[in-house]
């Protein structure tokens, strides 16, 4: 049997992943949005069978319900946040994760220390207003998972991920609010990708859009902020949030393993190029156009140079360490001659594929584990 797939250009709308154009084609979202509506297309799904069918998924269950922290007295808020302050020390251990001597001819050649330091608190408000708005849409997603999966083991947990990301959006926004003065509206890239998201119909879509991608890339961003930034209230912050999302991931890698075994090449089809369109938008949202605006810079001109720039594909890369295994062990690389494999190898990103997946490492995660967090590849 020969599957017919769709090209780059039927899947992300465009033949080249690189092209700049069509990334920056995509129009920002506007600031005075306060409402954004998608259909969810889905149905609730009730079950009757109340019986233990799926262990792994109550253990899960029972670790959540322990697992639980208080976003208001947990964290230490009465932490004083100099934010140019910790920017600049993160930046001295950290350097700038870009390397200048890629912009030439561009306003970032000639950047000082002043420039490099306004860019990095600009950096820090967009990186953790995307990664609230990123929260509401778990939050949303695993509501709609609770109504839609048809499994009762599923159900409960999925109930203790929905407080979870309340919590989760609940410090970000404050965190923002309180300590860095307000943030940034929604990435155009991320809000198109929780639209293609939520909108799907099938209940395992939201499982393999949000548990899978988003929050696999979610804990590797959060791994690397928290281990690298110095800001006391920011890296607790972090270590809370990921101790849940941890188990979030396991949550889709563990329930996604078993209806993927029984899927036919077809449906597995879907689901490679939903991963595979997905993975495109996160890394076209790293493009942090909406920072680079704000700092006066041409961002067509310097798109490209983003892109070649090694010291940001080393970070870049890095965002997919939890991704990869994850859809490996789903077996979604190998499926349909190796279709996804071939795209992440387009990407950069296949050298991850033999790292911990998150079905196996979460417990290293817990708030009481006795291990220290675990970095990526570790
Ligand atoms: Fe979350
Ligand atoms: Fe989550």
Redesign the pocket.
């Known amino acids: 049997m020969t599957i017919d797939f769709n090209s780059n250009a039927d899947i992300i709308g465009r033949a080249d992943i690189n092209d700049i154009d069509a990334i920056l084609a995509m129009p920002g979202t506007d600031p005075a949005e306060i409402e954004h509506v998608v259909k969810d297309n889905a149905d609730a799904i009730f079950t009757w069978d109340y019986s233990l069918a799926r262990p792994a998924l109550r253990k899960l269950y029972e670790k959540a319900k322990t697992g639980q922290w208080n976003g208001t007295t947990d964290l230490p808020w009465h932490t004083d946040v100099d934010v140019e302050r910790t920017v600049a020390l993160d930046q001295a251990v950290l350097g700038t994760g870009f390397d200048q001597s890629v912009y030439v001819g561009t306003a970032v050649e000639k950047w000082g220390e002043k420039e490099w330091l306004e860019f990095g608190i600009e950096s820090r408000n967009w990186t953790l207003s995307q990664f609230l708005h990123g929260?509401q849409g778990?939050l949303l997603c695993?509501a709609k998972i609770t109504e839609t999966v048809p499994w009762y083991d599923a159900k409960l947990y999925a109930s203790t991920?929905v407080v979870?990301?309340a919590r989760?959006v609940e410090v970000f926004a404050r965190y923002l609010e309180e300590k860095l003065g307000g943030g940034y509206h929604i990435n155009a890239h991320l809000r198109a990708l929780l639209d293609d998201i939520i909108n799907d119909s099938r209940w395992d879509m939201t499982y393999l859009g949000?548990?899978v991608m988003v929050?696999g890339l979610?804990l590797a961003a959060f791994g690397f902020l928290h281990q690298t930034t110095g800001e006391p209230l920011l890296k607790q912050l972090l270590r809370y949030v990921m101790s849940?999302?941890a188990r979030?991931?396991a949550f889709g890698v563990l329930s996604l393993k078993e209806v993927y075994e029984g899927m036919t090449d077809a449906e597995l089809k879907d689901r490679q190029e939903f991963a595979f369109e997905a993975a495109v938008r996160m890394r076209d949202r790293f493009m942090s156009q909406e920072v680079w605006e704000r700092m006066g810079v041409d961002v067509k001109q310097i798109a490209p140079m983003v892109l070649a720039d090694p010291t940001r594909g080393l970070f870049q890369s890095m965002l997919f360490s939890k991704i990869v295994p994850n859809c490996k062990k789903l077996g979604l690389l190998e499926r349909n001659d190796q279709w996804l494999r071939r795209r992440f190898e387009d990407m950069g990103v296949i050298q991850f594929e033999d790292w911990a997946d998150t079905g196996e490492e979460y417990a290293a995660f817990a708030l009481d584990a006795e291990t220290p967090t675990p970095v990526a590849g570790e």
Request: glycine share 0%; charged share 40%.
């Open positions: 929260e778990a695993t991920q979870d990301e989760h949000m548990q929050e979610a849940d999302e979030h991931v």
